[in-house]
């Protein structure tokens, strides 16, 4: 199946409160959309430029970032060409508001097209929360990420990511050089209160560091 990746991408944007602050960019899991993640994004982050674009398949009438042939098993040739075209939509909303590269912010199959981008565009970002991710692609990222600090947020009861694959995303996202910090919570697939603490820390220490 061909994918038209020229199509433009439903989003919302909230422009920052307070210069300076990296923007965030905020993409939604299975079933969700645009709006769902502006209020983690504003606890995250306050005063950030936010970001939030809508995926463009659609499963069963759910919005998802590209396509999937069964539960974890992925359309590589559509990962792999939708992940090119939200980098090409970053790179020109960013260009346009004058921002620097965001920090996506990814639940499920949101972080999983950020890893995605990490793997085949990684100067589109500044670095990565990946909340609930997997490894997008089986080849190893064709980029250089030294220096690109990621934080992945797994979930130690989570039915849908076994744990031995967010452990291999970890270890192929540092293998390519980025600053990886990989935390397994006790959770589900869910967030909990703990990943929204512990993603806020990441975030002021990663934004005061300058990155
Ligand atoms: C995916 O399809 O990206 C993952 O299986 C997570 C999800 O269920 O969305």
Redesign the pocket.
């Known amino acids: 199946m061909t994918t038209d990746t020229s199509i433009p991408f439903v989003h919302r944007y909230e422009p920052a409160t307070e210069p300076g602050r990296t923007p965030l960019l905020l993409l939604h899991?299975?079933g969700g959309d645009e709006n769902d993640l502006l209020p983690l994004g504003r606890l995250l982050s306050p005063g950030a430029a936010l970001i939030s674009p809508r995926g463009q398949v659609l499963e069963n009438g759910m919005p998802?970032f590209?396509r999937?042939l069964a539960?974890?098993v992925?359309d590589a040739e559509d990962v792999r060409a939708r992940a090119d075209a939200l980098a090409d939509f970053i790179e020109t909303a960013c260009a346009r508001c004058g921002h620097p590269a965001p920090i996506a912010v990814g639940f499920?199959?949101g972080a999983?097209i950020a890893a995605a981008i990490l793997y085949r565009r990684p100067q589109a970002l500044a670095g990565a929360v990946l909340l609930?991710a997997?490894v997008p692609l089986e080849e190893a990222p064709a980029g250089d990420l030294t220096g690109k600090p990621v934080l992945i947020l797994s979930g130690n009861a989570d039915p849908?990511?076994p744990a031995a694959n967010a452990e291999r995303l970890a270890a192929r996202l540092a293998a390519a050089g980025a600053e990886v910090e990989h935390r397994v919570l006790r959770a589900a697939h869910g967030l909990t209160q703990s990943d929204v603490a512990i993603a806020q820390t990441w975030l002021a220490q990663t934004w005061l560091a300058g990155k």
């Open positions: 899991g299975t998802r590209f999937r539960e974890g992925f499920s199959n999983n609930r997997m849908i990511i």
